[in-house]
């Protein structure tokens, strides 16, 4: 039996475009937090399952020309590697959907989609959700958690339409970074200080996943017994 849950929403911010400075920085520690941390005390620590043997993947690129979303579905999907690496976690893409935004629930719906063991990805116009303020580049979480496992069912991101149209020469870092952060999220990870962590709530145009959220997600990830 799955509970759904709305969540308090964790965004990531812009355009602070600044590259962190790692020099004469401590050692980097490896910290994360959980997505739940002070959300939801029963949440703490939920993540997906290595039991789930077909997570897909879904994107609504209505908002993008046909050639900015071929490129950012490959983008998209780097993410998406670079996490099951992580996590042991396997993401099936299963291609272009045309969903539903609820401004009210902020879900992501279609009359295809699963409802279960997927991840919805959206490029909205900004227009489109009072969330995507000036500086706010997107937004990701989970949507649906088995509360008695803790295990995370379902999840949506959700992608500001004119920061993947950008032709700035920042963009793509930018969107590799956000892609990852907000995934980050999906995975069930929380946002921490540290300026070299992808879950930094501020985009320093990072393209790898650090020990710290490489720990983490392996930490809320379910083995499969
Ligand atoms: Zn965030």
């Not at 209505?62 to 396997?90: C, H, M, Y």
């Amino acid at each position: 039996m799955s509970t759904s849950v709305v969540f308090l929403l964790s965004l990531i911010a812009g355009p602070s475009l600044a590259v962190a400075d790692t020099k004469g920085l401590p050692k980097q520690k490896v910290t994360f937090s959980s997505f739940f941390d002070g959300k939801n005390e029963n949440l703490i620590d939920s993540g997906w399952s290595q039991c789930q043997m077909d997570i897909t993947w879904s994107v609504d690129t209505d908002a993008l020309a046909p050639k900015v979303a071929s490129r950012e579905i490959r983008r998209l999907n780097s993410a998406f590697e670079q996490w099951s690496d992580a996590t042991g976690l396997n993401f099936r893409f299963t291609g272009t959907d045309h969903m539903t935004y609820s401004t009210s629930t902020n879900q992501l719906t279609s009359e295809t989609m699963p409802r279960e063991d997927h991840i919805a990805v959206a490029f909205l116009p900004a227009r489109m959700s009072p969330l995507l303020s000036e500086n706010v580049y997107g937004f990701g979480m989970p949507t649906s958690v088995i509360a008695s496992t803790r295990t995370i069912v379902a999840g949506a991101m959700v992608v500001k339409a004119e920061i993947a149209r950008s032709k700035t020469r920042s963009a793509p870092n930018v969107l590799d970074n956000l892609y990852l952060h907000e995934l980050g999220h999906v995975m069930g990870l929380g946002h921490v200080k540290d300026s070299r962590s992808i879950m930094n709530p501020i985009i320093h145009k990072l393209t790898e996943l650090s020990p710290g959220e490489r720990s983490g997600a392996q930490s809320v990830t379910k083995l499969c017994n």
